[in-house]
């Protein structure tokens, strides 16, 4: 079976791809940007074929879809930033939105009978009332940022292939999660990264931090793969899933317990710093995960505590 995928060099598409090359019988393919930072991906050298390309260039897509023709297609190239689309609006659109049109045109002509799986989020809900809470796939999307439109357009035009084309077509709208290899732009990172800087003498014994009072919901991203794996091979075309761990975490605890464990000598303060706060930021995103555990038999194994101490230790290895 060949397997085609799109964002490799992300925090989930790289655990995926590990996910994937660990499955006998498989054959990875992957796209990859000339200009991506290849660090996630270079244990995978030897294990995944490579395609320079970007999903922003139909040719490109159409040239090596078109010459792979996978059996599974996993589309998780994206501008993923809500922070950043307030500042890029315009590319955010055109990555995330044409880029998977660009994609489903060129499954649709080349390998119309491959299985697509299409990376969605809960900020595709954008503000939710705590009664509302845990948030199923019925309830209304209203997207607070250009990020969370992008790609509510991008799922109707998946969708859209599912029903006027017969594509096998399945949507997961994550949840926040978090891992090795995933920058500093996601808060348990910039959190783990700021008090590795602290143990080493590098930054003040000070936290700088957002909008402590939100609450999210966090899913490791070894969790996210497998249920990646689980969704293609059992969802429904056409349905879509909450990808989550339906537990809501508030950021100021999260902050507490890098604190916790930490190694500075001294008390870390914590601060917040006006430039972390976003123009618009939901209260609570914490899902309900009930269509994807019957639909798969998935459940996430990886609690808060453990993925705070994974990405302190993680953090400390980058700054040695």
């Known amino acids: 079976m060949r397997v085609f995928l799109t964002g490799i060099t992300g925090p989930v598409g790289s655990a995926l791809a590990g996910e994937l090359v660990a499955r006998p019988g498989l054959e990875v393919h992957a796209l990859k940007r000339w200009r991506s930072d290849t660090r996630p991906i270079d244990h995978l050298r030897g294990q995944v074929v490579f395609h320079e390309g970007d999903v922003e260039d139909p040719f490109s897509v159409h040239h090596i879809v078109g010459r792979v023709l996978p059996d599974r297609v996993y589309h998780l190239a994206a501008q993923s930033y809500p922070s950043e689309s307030w500042d890029a609006p315009v590319a955010t659109m055109r990555t995330n939105v044409e880029g998977t049109l ?184 914490v899902g309900d995960n009930t269509r994807l555990r019957q639909a798969t038999g998935w459940e996430p194994r990886i609690g808060m505590a453990e993925i705070v101490a994974e990405m302190l230790h993680y953090w400390r290895r980058r700054m040695s």
């Open 102 to 285: 660009n994609l489903l045109e060129a499954v649709r002509q080349h390998c119309p009978s491959a299985r697509v799986h299409l990376a969605g989020t809960s900020a595709q809900y954008g503000w939710v009332r705590p009664e509302e809470t845990p948030i199923p796939e019925t309830h209304p999307m209203r997207p607070l940022s250009p990020y969370g439109v992008s790609k509510v357009a991008a799922e109707l035009t998946g969708l859209q292939y599912h029903h006027c084309y017969g594509l096998h077509v399945v949507v997961t709208r994550s949840f926040n999660h978090v891992g090795p290899h995933q920058g500093d732009r996601c808060v348990i990172q910039t959190f783990c990264r700021q008090m590795a800087l602290i143990e080493a003498g590098l930054q003040e014994p000070v936290l700088q931090v957002g909008n402590l009072e939100a609450r999210r919901d966090f899913t490791h991203t070894s969790d996210v793969a497998q249920a990646l794996w689980l969704v293609l091979e059992h969802g429904q075309p056409g349905e879509v899933y909450n990808l989550c761990s339906g537990q809501a975490t508030r950021i100021g605890d999260i902050a507490d317990l890098v604190r916790q464990y930490g190694q500075a000598p001294g008390l870390v303060a914590v601060q917040v710093d006006p430039s972390r706060l976003r123009p618009a930021d939901e209260p609570l995103l």
